[in-house]
């Protein structure tokens, strides 16, 4: 029980519905060099993992998958670290049960 | 701008805002209600677990029409490590009665039932429409909303913030602040599908009956946390969730946590051989009293997760936002039938009103709790559970050891672990916080 479960969050939100609105992400990261501390915990606790490391060791995010709970506006956006809105009316995820 | 004007404007169309619309609609005002999902549910998340009476203050045939899941017979409460649980179970067969008290709901139906009740009553009802903004006066007073719609500002007397947890046009309108991430959890959950019969026969359930399991223990890796197992007619709900700040802390996954309760040898044959349909995660406000934002002002008022009215300890949500989402709406009224302005103080009465109801009663009652539950976590979560395991494992093995030296050595492993100030110490806080 105390080792490391493999998940693929990408096959969990394949269950899901969404209707994603192209061109128009509903969150932005502040452009960085170096991530703040805040920023670096979204890589883990973000519940679709949108958050991701590039390759010059900025945190990125595609905001595809999300599921619009806001852990990361309340983790980010009081540092000025990430600026967050709800997608536009329709869209986003459809939950069938939620 | 749209030219009509209304007496209320709600934002939001969950347990609250439905609440809130449906009884000024009845009393013959002029509702307009906004919502961004495709339907009203669409973009929530609960358990989930009615309480029948709140409804039925609000809708009393409900029994007859709304998507009901299953009406339940039984609780049972789980302290897990990582291998055993240890259960207090609560069943009666007093809960087959002719109007039960709990009922296992799925949200996404059941909120769009409740919609259709709110606009029958003669609200208008707009959905997969965003509220970006409040609009303001010069003096700050609340005079309606900006939409994402094209010519999207609407005026009103008075808009009622339903908006959820986030509460995110009340920051953005400077009237509250930002959720902290220590008073809100997050929680994440799976749907899994099984043929009714498995269902109520793992469960030990006929006909509608169903039962719940809420889950504390190891599985939030001493993190302040609840897992729940919830049987609905056709699918497990199954959920996991632990305060942000503590997620933030550990650098613990939502998933791996969700994948660890799943694979608990307690959990794994209660689903297995289910399919999975949606992943969700949502969160919850948890920060009890202390973390009540103001809940009124110049044109506006805020009910529900939004006004983080929220019993984390009895796991109760909906209830508080359709109380306090019908209450706000009698206030209003009042206020309307005296043909008062929407002012800060005249609406106060929806605060005072709030106030001598059950919400702000219990949530003051437990205001302590969340703060303990927190600093103490890892004891809580962590420390005891595994005592407790192992005192109910040396309590039941028959092994030849006498039964003092068992019992002395339980004894031993407790104040080891928490030393007697400690336990005491623990032992007090808890009361002192559950008075
Ligand atoms: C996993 C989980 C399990 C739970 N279990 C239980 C349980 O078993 N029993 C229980 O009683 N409670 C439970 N709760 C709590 C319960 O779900 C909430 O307390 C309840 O849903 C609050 O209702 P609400 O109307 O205030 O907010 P919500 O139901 O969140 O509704 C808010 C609505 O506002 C809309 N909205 C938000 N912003 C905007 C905007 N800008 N423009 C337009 N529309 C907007 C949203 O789309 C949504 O429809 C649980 C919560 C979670 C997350
Ligand atoms: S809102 Fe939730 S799901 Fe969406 S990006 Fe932020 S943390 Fe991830």
Redesign the pocket.
């Given at each position: 029980m105390t080792t490391e479960v493999a998940v693929r969050v990408e096959d969990k939100l394949f269950y899901n519905r969404y209707l994603v609105d192209a061109g128009r992400a509903h969150?932005k990261v502040r452009p960085h060099t170096t991530p703040t501390p805040q920023l670096l915990s979204?890589l883990k606790?973000?519940?679709?993992?949108?958050?991701e490391l590039n390759d010059k060791g900025q945190v990125e995010?595609t905001?595809d998958?999300?599921?619009?709970?806001?852990?990361?506006?309340v983790i980010g956006e009081a540092s000025g670290d990430i600026e967050?809105s709800y997608p536009r009316g329709g869209y986003g995820v459809l939950f069938k049960f939620g | 701008m749209i030219e009509e004007r209304f007496d209320a404007i709600v934002v939001g169309a969950g347990m609250a805002g439905n609440a809130a619309a449906l009884t000024m609609a009845k009393r013959g005002m002029k509702v307009l209600q906004l919502e961004r999902g495709e339907y009203s549910g669409s973009k929530n998340v609960q358990g989930a677990i009615l309480y029948a009476d709140m409804l039925e203050k609000l809708i009393p045939d409900f029994r007859e029409e709304a998507p009901l899941e299953r009406h339940l017979v039984e609780q049972r409460f789980w302290m897990l490590d990582d291998k055993s649980h240890v259960g207090l179970h609560y069943r009666s067969d007093d809960f087959n009665e002719e109007k039960p008290n709990r009922y296992t709901i799925i949200r996404a139906q059941f909120d769009k039932w409740f919609s259709s009740k709110v606009k029958e009553a003669g609200a208008t009802v707009l959905c997969e429409t965003t509220v970006t903004e409040l609009a303001q006066d010069a003096y700050g007073k609340v005079i309606g909303v900006k939409t994402d719609r094209r010519d999207g500002e609407i005026h009103a007397d008075v808009v009622v913030l339903a908006e959820g947890v986030n509460g995110l046009l009340g920051t953005r309108a400077g009237l509250r602040e930002r959720p902290k991430p220590e008073n809100v959890a997050l929680a994440v959950k799976e749907m899994h599908f099984l043929p009714r019969e498995t269902i109520e026969a793992r469960f030990n359930l006929k006909g509608d009956e169903g039962a719940v399991i809420e889950a504390v223990g190891t599985i939030s890796r001493g993190m302040t946390g609840m897992g729940f197992i919830y049987s609905n007619k056709e699918c497990i709900s199954l959920g996991i969730g632990c305060l942000v700040a503590d997620f933030q802390k550990t650098g613990e996954t939502p998933y791996g946590l969700l994948e660890r309760f799943k694979q608990h040898p307690s959990v794994a044959p209660l689903i297995e051989g289910s399919e999975v349909k949606e992943y969700a995660?949502h969160l919850i406000p948890e920060g009890g009293y202390n973390a009540i934002p103001q809940l009124c002002g110049d044109g506006w008022v805020v009910v529900g997760d939004a006004a983080q009215l929220n019993n984390a300890v009895h796991r109760e949500g909906s209830n508080l936002a359709m109380t306090s989402g019908r209450i706000a709406a009698e206030a209003i009224f009042q206020v309307k039938s005296r043909r008062d302005p929407m002012t800060k103080e005249n609406l106060a009465l929806y605060k005072k009103m709030l106030e001598d109801s059950f919400v702000i009663k219990d949530l003051k009652k437990y205001k302590d709790m969340p703060a303990l539950l927190h600093n103490q976590s890892q004891n809580f979560f962590l420390t005891y559970p595994q005592l407790v395991s192992k005192a109910m494992q040396n309590f039941v093995r028959v092994d030849g050891t006498p039964k003092k030296e068992k019992e002395s050595s339980t004894l031993r492993s407790f104040v080891n672990a928490r030393s007697w100030t400690g336990l005491f110490g623990d032992a007090f806080r808890f009361a002192r916080a559950w008075r």
């Open positions: 969150i979204l606790a973000c519940p679709a993992r949108c958050y995010i905001a998958g999300c599921v619009e709970c806001g852990t990361c506006r967050w | 995660a």
